[in-house]
């Protein structure tokens, strides 16, 4: 058991937190904090302390918190966003996290939100927060999405959860979706909705095998064919199973 978080964590969870860092200070200040690491420790040993410490130089914030919070307490931030609209603009933004373990932990979140539309890329609004929720104030006022996706270009970390009318307007939008990189976010989401219950495995199974015959990218054939066999495997029942099994 210990082997086995032990590669999920390092493999999987540390190289994401890189690049949320990176994000969060900037790439000038996250390559001089490199710098500033191998050189104040060459030939030596060193610590996650004294990585962070090199990162605060360089940036000149203070990163304690940051990496207590996402470091140092387990678990991960379930993300949502709340939104509406009015004449065709939106009304109300917010964006809200919850400890996936119910531990009542929280993470500083610092995210890019895509506010989709059919044919076209959308557009892109920055979003924050420490606490539970918080208020997307550049969202209000701009026309009004077919779908809103919290991590954009994955500069966050956590379980980002589609809202149902995103989700079926992502089904819906997902042929027509050009972006390779944003496929595969979205397809990642759509397999977020089916673990927490949100989607029917059969929905998502059908979805991929109407679309899988025409994807382009082979990284992104093989996620989904990975997802759709454990759908098949372990959450379609015998008759699902049997309706799209060949004879």
Same mark, same amino acid.
């Given at each position: 058991?210990?082997?086995?978080?032990?590669?999920?964590?390092?493999?999987?969870?540390?190289?994401?937190?890189?690049?949320?860092?990176?994000?969060?200070?900037?790439?000038?200040?996250?390559?001089?904090?490199?710098?500033?690491?191998?050189?104040d420790h060459a030939?030596?040993?060193?610590?996650?302390?004294?990585?962070?410490? $090199?990162?605060?130089?360089?940036?000149?914030?203070?990163?304690?918190?940051?990496?207590?919070?996402?470091?140092?307490?387990?678990?991960?931030?379930?993300?949502?966003?709340? =939104?509406?609209?009015?004449?065709?603009?939106?009304?109300?933004?917010?964006?809200?996290?919850?400890?996936?373990?119910?531990?009542?932990?929280? =993470?500083?979140?610092?995210?890019?939100?895509?506010?989709?539309?059919?044919?076209?890329?959308?557009?892109?609004?920055?979003?924050?927060?420490?606490? $539970?929720?918080?208020?997307?104030?550049?969202?209000?006022?701009?026309?009004?999405?077919?779908? @809103?996706?919290?991590?954009?270009?994955?500069?966050?970390?956590?379980?980002?959860?589609?809202?149902?009318?995103?989700?079926?307007?992502?089904?819906?939008?997902?042929?027509?979706?050009?972006?390779?990189?944003?496929?595969?976010?979205?397809?990642?989401?759509?397999?977020?909705?089916?673990?927490?219950?949100?989607?029917?495995?059969?929905?998502?199974?059908?979805?991929?095998?109407?679309?899988?015959?025409?994807?382009?990218?082979?990284?992104?054939? @093989?996620?989904?064919?990975?997802?759709?066999?454990?759908?098949?495997?372990?959450?379609l029942s015998d008759?699902?199973?049997?309706?799209?099994?060949?004879?």
């Open positions: 058991d210990a082997k086995s978080a032990y590669g999920a964590i390092v493999y999987q969870k540390a190289p994401s937190l890189l690049r949320v860092l990176a994000f969060n200070i900037g790439e000038d200040n996250f390559r001089e904090g490199v710098r500033t690491f191998l050189r030939y030596a040993n060193a610590e996650w302390s004294d990585l962070i410490a $090199a990162f605060s130089r360089s940036s000149g914030k203070d990163l304690k918190p940051w990496a207590g919070a996402w470091v140092e307490q387990r678990g991960m931030p379930q993300v949502e966003i709340d =939104w509406a609209c009015d004449s065709g603009r939106i009304s109300s933004f917010r964006i809200r996290q919850k400890d996936a373990l119910d531990e009542g932990h929280v =993470w500083p979140i610092r995210t890019q939100v895509l506010l989709g539309r059919r044919g076209t890329v959308g557009e892109i609004v920055a979003a924050a927060l420490d606490g $539970a929720s918080a208020a997307v104030p550049g969202a209000i006022g701009k026309s009004c999405p077919d779908y @809103v996706f919290g991590n954009y270009e994955d500069e966050a970390y956590g379980q980002f959860l589609l809202d149902p009318r995103s989700q079926a307007a992502v089904v819906a939008e997902l042929p027509q979706i050009t972006d390779p990189f944003l496929r595969t976010l979205l397809w990642g989401a759509l397999w977020d909705s089916v673990r927490e219950l949100r989607m029917a495995p059969a929905e998502y199974s059908a979805l991929a095998l109407r679309l899988l015959p025409a994807e382009k990218d082979p990284e992104l054939a @093989v996620s989904v064919l990975g997802r759709l066999r454990v759908a098949y495997s372990d959450y008759s699902q199973r049997g309706a799209i099994a060949e004879p």
